[in-house]
């Protein structure tokens, strides 16, 4: 590591990462170094082999094979130690990897981060998403963590589902929110989602017992397991409802065309919100609930037409949280925020990160690969929104700095450069 760090020259993108995270968080001795595999007699260290897939996902090359291409680079001997494996072993060792030590990982980053307070909450509130994702689908072949479904054509396909837990932090003025992916729970071949993201949460809920608050998630998630098991450890939940038949849904109902709206704001929209709490009639919830609808109305101007038309839309939520924990309003924003897990967690890390390619297709590699993207995704993410100087995040996207991580890999040595032809 100290002859990657005095390596001479303008330190590139990924150099400058390895050494952020090396110095903040230790991530030789406290991470690396304490994942192992299932090798008796490991002839590479279990070590390089995480090191091989961060570079993977840092530089999003997305595949083995075309990681196995850059085995020229010097990086891999100053890394590593010694040269970059074949594509095969990287598959076959991270199969074999111990997830639990990649879970702690994760874990010894965000606990990094709190205790460096650079994790902001919202006026107060630390707050999570939950959500399942999809990652894989193929027609061809299945593992023993495969998913399956008949097609309308009569076609089976197989696929992975996972639940994943992104905590959500607030920009500070000048400076872009870090976002981590916690932890992802697999989803098991003739089990509801819901089981699955019960299991994921008591998991989290134990290790990151001051993590968040309020908890966001879909409509799917406004029931009574998933209420109560985080109103029994003294969190609250956010989740959309949408189920018009259901108790709450008919009692706030009745009132809004009877209640005075509160008048308010979200982002260039006009608002008007109905606030209903102490909503008792959900069987089974051992809390109070509360429903809030939000009807936002804003104006857009097509490009084509120019002419100005005026758009509605109504939002309504299901929340444990009582008005004097958090307002109207504050609920409006957070419920917003629930997008983000759409667009700046799972789908970031699919679309840009190639998280959802099967780079083995084995239950126990796909779910060490998705640990491998978290745990790279948030050393990144930290180092971008915390390390990177404002000049540079203003000057570079992200994207810029990928493909510069990107060309490092494909750096050769010197002897090892074409000559140009005369
Ligand atoms: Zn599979």
């Excluded at 050494?19 to 406290?30: D, H, M, N």
């Excluded at 072993?89 to 879970?103: F, M």
């Excluded at 006026?123 to 023993?144: I, N």
Aim: proline share 4%; glycine share 6%; with cysteine.
């Amino acid at each position: 590591m100290e002859a990657l760090a005095a390596a001479k020259g303008v330190k590139t993108v990924l150099r400058r990462l390895i050494g952020y995270a090396e110095k903040v968080f230790q991530l030789s001795t406290r991470v690396l170094q304490r994942v192992t595999d299932n090798r008796s007699l490991p002839r590479i260290p279990t070590a390089s082999i995480v090191k091989a897939v961060l570079a993977l996902y840092w530089s999003r090359l997305g595949s083995l094979n075309a990681l196995e291409m850059t085995q020229a680079a010097k990086f891999w001997n100053l890394w590593l130690d010694h040269s970059l494996c074949s594509a095969d072993s990287v598959g076959r060792i991270v199969a074999g990897l111990e997830a639990t030590a990649l879970r702690q990982g994760i874990h010894h980053v965000y606990e990094r981060l709190k205790r460096n307070k650079a994790l902001l909450g919202f006026q107060g509130l630390g707050v999570a998403v939950l959500d399942g994702h999809e990652t894989s689908a193929s027609y061809r072949r299945c593992c023993s963590g495969c998913l399956q479904r008949t097609l309308s054509s009569g076609q089976i396909q197989f696929y992975h589902r996972n639940v994943t837990l992104l905590l959500l932090c607030a920009a500070p003025a000048g400076r872009p929110a870090v976002r981590l992916l916690l932890d992802l729970e697999p989803q098991r071949a003739g089990e509801a989602e819901l089981t699955t993201a019960l299991r994921l949460l008591t998991r989290v809920l134990a290790t990151y017992p001051r993590a968040f608050d309020v908890l966001l998630a879909d409509a799917y998630y406004g029931v009574a397991p998933f209420l109560n098991l985080l109103l029994s450890q003294g969190k609250h939940a956010l989740v959309v409802l949408k189920d018009e038949r259901r108790g709450p849904y008919q009692d706030a109902a009745g009132l809004w065309t009877v209640l005075p709206p509160q008048l308010g704001s979200y982002k260039q929209r006009h608002c008007r919100w109905w606030d209903v709490p102490d909503l008792r009639s959900w069987p089974g919830v051992h809390g109070v609930l509360r429903v809030v609808r939000s009807e936002e109305c804003w104006t857009v101007k097509p490009q084509l037409t120019k002419q100005a038309t005026s758009q509605t839309t109504n939002w309504v939520w299901l929340t444990t949280c009582s008005p004097a924990q958090v307002r109207t309003e504050q609920i409006v924003r957070l419920a917003h925020l629930r997008w983000d897990i759409e667009n700046h967690g799972f789908n970031e890390l699919v679309n840009g990160w190639h998280a959802d390619h099967l780079y083995r297709h084995q239950s126990q590699a796909v779910e060490c690969f998705l640990l491998l993207a978290f745990l790279a995704y948030n050393l990144f993410h930290a180092f971008f929104a915390l390390n990177l100087k404002p000049e540079l995040r203003r000057d570079r996207t992200m994207a810029f700095l990928t493909e510069l991580m990107a060309a490092e890999l494909h750096a050769l040595p010197r002897f090892s450069r074409f000559t140009a032809p005369p």
